[in-house]
């Protein structure tokens, strides 16, 4: 038995990495205002690494769509695989060579990902797991994460191209 909806649930289960590291910054802060030495130098530091981490916790956080979608993807040693109902794949993140965000009739959204010499993936954006793919996209050059954030949040009409691999020559 639940003491909590599942709704409610599933969104501490979305933000609970914020809220850690808001608790350590709130920490830090409380160690940095009350104490002396060591500890003031220590909550000072936590202040600076808690702050950092807070701010990439909220792109991690909106980045998630909560699952529920067709399929799971798996990210591991560098292979990332979806495994969906009537598709699916792995491909190597290092032969990545496009990324794109397409949109069906119904404005369900999803990524599309092209590695070279595989079969291309084309994973819903709330597919179980889909979340991982957060830090796929952080590690490669020339990707503007703000881009891809507003293309998850804002309404789309037509495919967008978000990432390829010429855009690595550009930086």
Not at 18 to 35: D, E, K, N, R
Not at 94 to 107: A, C, F, K, N, W
Request: hydrophobic share 50%.
């Amino acid at each position: 038995m639940s003491f909590m909806r599942p709704e409610a649930a599933a969104g501490l289960r979305r933000w609970r990495e914020v809220l850690i590291a808001t608790l350590m910054t709130a920490l830090g802060a409380h160690w940095f205002l009350t104490s002396f030495g060591l500890f003031r130098a220590l909550g000072a530091l936590i202040v600076i690494l808690g702050g950092v981490w807070v701010v990439l916790a909220l792109r991690r956080a909106r980045f998630d769509r909560g699952g529920g979608g067709a399929g799971v993807v798996t990210l591991d040693e560098g292979r990332l695989g979806y495994f969906g109902p009537e598709t699916g794949g792995a491909l190597a993140v290092e032969g990545l060579v496009s990324i794109r965000m397409l949109v069906d009739g119904s404005g369900r959204k999803r990524w599309y990902l092209l590695a070279q010499d595989t079969t291309p993936l084309d994973i819903p954006v709330n597919a179980e797991g889909a979340d991982q793919l957060f830090d796929v996209f952080s590690n490669l050059p020339g990707l503007d994460m703000k881009v891809v954030q507003a293309a998850l949040d804002e309404p789309l009409s037509e495919e967008i191209l978000l990432w390829h691999v010429d855009m690595r020559k550009l930086h």
